[in-house]
């Protein structure tokens, strides 16, 4: 129990709370980072999953991806991308962290992007066509309005992915709320570990929660209701 | 963690190094084996515990599914900080994180391998006479098994790309090439133990992707691929 005092005087200490190593501004780093991350890969893999998933070719690319997808361990995708990023002369920190975190991004994204395009009835389709609609109305009025709740789940869990993985940013020198449990385990303050565990968890939860709750309404409003992502057996972090 | 500036005029590899380093590669090759298999055997066992529970007594399935989901949700790096204070910078702390993970994976398709097996085969079998317990062991279970196997290869992968994060809490595998990389600002190892880390990860999915089809050959497994 006295460990946990602890825990709690480190969160009441105003110390913790204030300049570039506070708690706000360590939060905000990991959520804007982690948001520009999934954002960024949500604009390459939504477009191309939704494309592909109307054209009905590339069956197999979406099921090779979402193996290679689940198969990568994320640390080692981080600490490749810091060699590469220095080589490219961006140097380290924030680069190869941001590099590594889209490119886990990408599949979940991609698979479910695919699937919610894929699994749009035919007969819907085959109407939309039979009322005279184009190609390009059927993509964007028929199918991707019915495909957004399965779409959203795809950007759910690659954002939850990503604001775990984040939290190895502090290895290639990246700032973040990993930076309390990296730092902390350096200098062997548990304290501070373990509150960088709590920040980083309900963070995490949070972000999963956020995404439930927006899915829940998109879905109420007439998307594919009740279906199960493909994508929600991803790797976390 | 890199305090000064990598080189860029480091060479991503010294093949020299690898030569001189193959005993500790493969030493630490086998030891992320072995950091996975007991992640995944023990994972197996609790899993297996839970979802007979919850399919006994169906109301348990939500809360079982989510508890481990919240496990399941935090970040590897936190749950294994969490349990530090406690357990120290032990094995003991990297098993039982690993396990947490294993869970909601192996829970589910348990279930839903148990949950396919059709009442009709069902029925004959307690018209036949069979106990519940040897309708469950003889009947259920091996028909589950596509399903419940391919939730072990899902397990077992998510668990090997987990192993290299345990290198920061003082645990061996190919995750300790990486940081020792990052530590000492020198590719060759970082390299080493990432390449190998996927390496393993894809092999290890494809070999037991086959032999789920080799335990499956009248049918291929439908759930949570």
Known sequence: MDFLADVLAWFTDSANWQGSTGIPSRTLEHVRLSAFATMVAAGLAVPSGVLLGHSGRGGLIAVSVVNIGRAIPSFAVIALALPFSIRAGLGIGFWPTFLALVLLALPPIFTNSFTAV????????????????????????????????????????????VVATATLGALVGWGGLGRYIIDGFSVQDNVRVFAGALLVAVLAILTDVLFSVTERILGARGGLRGRRSPARMERPA | MPQRAFLATEPLIRWGW????????????????????????????????????????????????????????????????????????????????????????????????????????????????????????????????????????????????????????????????????????????????????????????????????????????????
Request: glycine fraction near 10%.
């Open chain 1, 118 to 161: 894929r699994s749009v009835g035919i007969d819907v389709v085959e109407a939309a066509r039979g009322m005279g609609m184009r190609e390009r109305q059927v993509l964007l009025e028929i199918e991707l309005p019915l495909a957004a709740p399965l779409i959203l789940t795809g950007i759910r869990v690659a954002a939850v992915q």
């Open chain 2, 18 to 225: 690898i030569w001189d380093h193959l005993e500790e590669i493969r030493t630490q090759t086998v030891e992320h084996f072995i950091l996975t298999g007991i992640a995944v055997g023990i994972g197996f066992a609790i899993a297996m515990g839970l979802s007979i529970v919850a399919l006994r007594f169906r109301r348990t399935y939500g809360p079982v599914t989510w508890v481990t989901g919240v496990l399941y949700t935090i970040p590897s790096l936190a749950l294994f900080a969490f349990l530090v204070p406690y357990t120290g910078l032990s094995r003991l702390t990297a098993e039982i994180g690993l396990v947490s993970y294993t869970l909601l994976i192996l829970v589910r398709n348990i279930v839903a391998g148990i949950d396919s097996v059709s009442p009709a085969v069902r029925e004959a079998a307690v018209g036949m006479g069979y106990s519940r317990a040897r309708l469950f062991l003889e009947i259920e279970l091996p028909l589950a098994l596509p399903v419940i196997a391919a939730g072990l290869r899902i397990a077992t992968v998510t668990v090997i790309g987990l192993v290299t994060v345990t290198s920061i809490i003082g645990q061996g595998g190919l995750g300790l090439f990486i940081l020792d990389g990052l530590r000492r600002d020198f590719y060759t190892p970082l390299i080493v133990g990432s390449v190998l880390s996927v390496a393993l990860a894809v092999v290890i999915d494809v070999a037991l992707a086959g032999l789920e089809r080799l335990l499956s050959p009248w049918s291929r497994a439908g759930v949570a691929r």
